[in-house]
């Protein structure tokens, strides 16, 4: 499974001044269950934006960096061929793709599963979504999120299936 995980809010928007827009601690338990044990591939820019590797997952970074800018155990490739390759050698992982945008352009072609959060509000973004083409996929899980004191938007998650290929 090659699978985007990702949150946008009402307007697609992602991401705000190289954070998330919001603090939805219901959105980050879900991510933390969902990618626990497996990889994740981030951007540059999204993996500085949590500071650290994170536990027990394999992280992989894509940037035009050197590897000796990152923390020790983080696995550097500088495209997108060299992370599909590493794909392809491991079949049975579940490899999630976690943003940001050039990487959800760049691998969609290539997902087979959309794990996507909706947060029903419009709050101040930089950073939006690509496109996606929800005719390519199936619809196999909706959540409806609690909304409570901590989280305090309306908010729902979806897990679509990949059903036709990219081109078709
Ligand atoms: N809501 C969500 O679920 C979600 C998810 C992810 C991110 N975000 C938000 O989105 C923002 C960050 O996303 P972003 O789109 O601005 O940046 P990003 O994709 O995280 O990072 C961009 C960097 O990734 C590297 N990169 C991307 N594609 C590459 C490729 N094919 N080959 C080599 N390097 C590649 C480059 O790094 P170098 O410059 O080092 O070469 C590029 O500058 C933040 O606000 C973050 O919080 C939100």
Do not use: C
């Not at 991510?31 to 044990?37: L, V, W």
């Not at 994740?40 to 997952?57: C, D, M, Q, Y």
């Not at 938007?153 to 990219?166: A, I, L, T, W």
């Amino acid at each position: 499974m090659l699978a985007f995980i990702w949150a946008e809010d009402s307007n697609h928007g992602i991401g705000y001044q190289g954070q998330l827009p919001w603090h939805m601690p219901a959105d980050m338990k879900f991510f933390k269950d969902t990618t626990t044990g497996n990889t994740i591939v981030a951007g540059r820019k999204t993996f500085e934006s949590f500071k650290r590797p994170l536990h027990n997952r394999k992280n992989i970074v894509l940037t035009s960096r050197d590897e000796k800018d990152f923390p020790e155990g983080v696995v550097v490739y500088h495209s997108v061929k060299e992370v599909l390759e590493y794909y392809t050698r491991q079949p049975s992982q579940k490899m999630f793709i976690i943003g940001g945008v050039r990487l959800f352009e760049e691998f969609l072609p290539y997902a087979t599963d959309l794990y996507r959060t909706t947060i029903d509000h419009e709050f101040a973004v930089d950073t939006y979504m690509p496109e996606i083409d929800y005719n390519h996929f199936m619809l196999s899980d909706f959540v409806e999120g609690k909304v409570d004191e901590k989280n305090k938007y309306p908010h729902h998650f979806e897990h679509f299936m990949r059903v036709e290929p990219e081109n078709e």
